[in-house]
């Protein structure tokens, strides 16, 4: 018999795949034999990427996961291609994150920070981040990250640490970072500024507050004339320094440089003309607080006007904002509106969307305060970025969001850099107690280098984070010394990452490799999307629709997760990600192995060599037609790879293993090793041949299994390990497109045969004939009759029919046969073949009185006015989409009745 295996003769493959037991045994292999190091190369280019630190807080979610799998398909990918191929890992020390996170331990213990002093913290967080730093990392090996360990790097490690102090000393030598007081946005919960980009702005609805300021009289005015302004905030009403106009506009022009009595404080207040006010807004006259308003704080400057603070750093009044002095913020706004209603200053409040910023990490409402803080001017950074994208030196992918990296670099503002924690790179910045100079220093000091004077101190703010890791591409390979990786891999290939830090973090480092190495630091950016749930939400805690990533490696394998991220996605574009899919692709991790046991079994007897690609030699049709299918998809993957369509490439394999090899070509092999013994030798020399170049294609989307497999298959061949085309898959040669082998006509021809079996299927399907019995065919087959003499055997096997009758032409059609159309080709079964003729037409007449009964009692409900007047539109469209539907049932249970001569 055809289905009988045999088994004879033992394969080692176990008979289901456990993915438990196979990644991390791999992940140790390759680790532990140096397979992640770079193998240099003299014909091809080094390929290099720096993974995205992740914060050394963090616990892997899917954003890691889908950075690490793009990453690691293109690393492996490049590795096989014989690149020499780079991926270095490393951390962030996540400054405010972190410094939070050891707060709330030490919160619970009773203290605070303060109390402990400086030096105990920082002593404190180290030791926290020795603790958990290895828990990313192990995440990231579950996950398979082929990355270099030996070369990981941390945003705070010795050497990272000198390029920021040289980079922070050099823009100042440069006149590029500046100390300068400016509004800036201001955390009253995590006690530090923030910068623009981690304030999350969401339309919140508030209230607009109309006030009256009475005007200081003129001499002889008897009666009180005021100016009206409105307000979002009202309590920076103690603030206020000045009242504003738009020069332009005549409503004030005879008010203009008159003074007006500020409410409550007494203040007297000049009404002055700038072209900053928009006259459309409120009632045209607006209200100046240069403390506490970025536009305003601008008016300030302009008009030289005074800075009163009134709210304090801590979200408190203060002695400025007087009898309102030590309240809050909110309540001190909720008094005064009070306050100004009952001196009849309130002209009108109304309804009105604020765009409230928020702070990214506690959501506290941000205050613009006033404060010294250290920039860097950025024009001169982000002009010679502009270039390098409108000039062709660094390409986006998508290139959508060249317009959005430009917009935001043609309009950027200067960056603030000093942030009020603790826990970060310091600021190399001394000031002199004697002469009040500042030393600004790559190295630690301890006199000024002014006056000598020893009564000096270092300031007491650190950097922002992203000021470590925008040097990420050349700080990791050990710059600022001229190091042999700085030579070798600088500038690196590809920036992988989310669109959702483009500004953050991605056209910072492309500043900063142009401005400090003369060169962009990778040539391609590619931006993945986010990861939403099956329903296309963001995955968020609170909406409890989160998917652990290491959950679904725990049930369904590493691979599998992979395998689903990776085709559920392209670039940019924000990716569902549907459970039912993980499981699919937990099938095909299993599909993969079940089919390769089965070929390992079936060829063990054989011939058990793996021939190269270009030696195998095709014996039949359906041999020229996998062996061209797989060149084509070679050759497709490979390009697709390189266009970064990783998505499509791994759909075009998966097509072509799980339905042209699993479903066609192994069946198929059954019929051919039924051959002499040298049809035997090439059919399982093609199984071996094409299972291998699948394996090797797949091996950068699912390294696991494919690499257990590729295992088993050179351990049951003949040749000896030295013989092996490589040691291991992972450094295997990439495919090479056999293109000599794409055969039009055989995919023409066997695409014909596939659709002739495929039709059979469904029609025995259809009539429910039992899976064994063979049935009679007849086809007529034009000027094909040769082939399909030559392919019946497959025919028979495959659509379980007796020896196929061909005919070049039938004058008369066979009766009482069900006819079928496959291209060009007619194919009858004779019904008495199929089915008992008698019994099919009692049950087709059983079925169209059943519809019948169903269309009766449909409309004798829609007849009933009582129910079309009462239910709902809905279910009554319902009822009738009911009867329609039977009506076409019983359209086709006719046409077959006709059919069967009943
Ligand atoms: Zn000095």
Known sequence: ?????????????????????????????????????????????????????????????????????????????????????????GEDHAGIATQTVVERLLAKEGTDRHKIGREAFVERVWQWVHQYKSRIQNQHRRLGASCDWSRERFTLDEGLSKAVREVFVRLYEEGLIYRGERIINWCPQCMSAISDLEVNHVDTLGTLTYVRYPLKPHEGETETKYISVATTRPETVLGDTAVAVNPNDARYKDVVGRFAILPIIGREIPIVADGAVDASFGTGAVKVTPAHDPTDFEIGVRHNLPRVQVIGFNGVMTEEAGPYAGLDRFEARKRLVEELQQLNLVTKIEDYMVPLGRCQRSDTIIEPLVSKQWFVKMTPLATPAIGAVKYGQLKIIPERFNKTYMDWLENIHDWCISRQLWWGHRIPVWYCDTCGEMTVSREDVTACSHCESTAIHQDEDVLDTWF????????????????????????????????????????????????????????????????????????????????????????????????????????????????????????????????????????????????????????????????????????????????????EAGRQINEFFWSDYCDWYVEIAKVQMQGNEYARQATAGILRTVLDQSLRLLHPFMPFVTEEVWHYLYQTSELNREQWPASALIVAPWPHANIAAIDDEAEQQFGLVQEV??????????????????????????????????????????????????????????????????????????????????????????????????????????????????????????????????????????????????
């Open 1 to 89: 018999m055809i289905e009988q295996t045999n088994t004879t003769t033992e394969t080692t493959l176990p008979k289901a795949y456990d993915p438990q037991a196979v990644e991390g045994k791999w992940y140790h292999f390759w680790e532990e034999g140096g397979y992640f190091k770079p193998r240099p190369n003299n014909t091809r280019k080094p390929f290099v990427i720096c993974m995205p630190p992740p914060n050394v807080t963090g616990a892997l979610h899917l954003g890691h996961a889908i950075t690490a799998t793009v990453e690691d398909i293109l690393i492996r990918y490049h590795r096989m291609l014989g690149d020499d191929t780079l991926w270095v890992p």
């Open 468 to 647: 470590s890791s925008w040097l990420w591409p050349f700080s990791t390979l050990g710059w600022p010394e001229v190091t042999d990786d700085l030579l070798r891999f600088y500038p690196t290939s590809v920036m992988e990452t989310g669109y959702d830090i483009i500004f953050f973090w991605v056209s910072r480092m492309v500043m900063s490799g142009i401005h400090f190495l003369g060169t962009v630091p990778f040539h391609t950016i590619y931006l993945h999307g986010l990861v939403r749930d099956a329903k296309g939400e963001k995955m968020s805690k609170s909406k409890n629709n989160v998917i652990d990533p290491i959950e679904v490696m725990d049930q369904y394998g590493t691979d599998a997760l992979r395998f689903t991220l990776a085709t559920s996605s392209t670039p940019g574009n924000d990716s569902k990600l549907v459970p039912e899919r993980i499981i699919g692709n937990r099938n095909f991790a299993n599909k993969i192995w079940n089919a390769s046991r089965f070929v390992l079994m079936t060829t063990a007897e054989v011939g058990h060599g793996v021939p190269g690609i270009t030696e195998v030699q095709p014996q039949t049709l359906a041999d020229r037609w996998i062996l061209g299918r797989l060149a084509r998809l070679t050759q497709n993957v490979t390009r697709l790879i390189n266009e970064f369509q990783l998505g």
């Open 757 to 902: 079996i495929t039709r059979i299927r469904d029609a025995r399907n259809q009539v429910n004939v039992e899976p064994s019995r063979r049935i009679p065919l007849q086809m007529v087959v034009g000027s094909e009759t040769q082939m399909f003499e030559a392919q019946s055997p497959l025919i028979e096997f495959l659509a379980r029919t007796e020896k196929p009758q061909l005919y070049e032409s039938l004058a008369q059609k066979p009766e009482q046969a069900m006819s079928l159309l496959a291209g060009h080709v007619e194919i009858y079964l004779p019904l008495s073949g199929l089915l008992d003729i008698g019994r099919e037409l009692e049950r087709l007449d059983k079925e169209i009185a059943q519809a019948q009964q169903e269309i009766v009692r449909v409309q004798a409900k829609l007849a009933n006015q009582n129910f079309v007047s009462r239910a709902k539109p809905e279910v009554v469209e319902k009822e009738r989409e009911k009867l329609t539907v039977q009506e076409e049932r019983i359209g086709k249970l006719q046409t077959r009745r006709a059919e069967l001569g009943g």
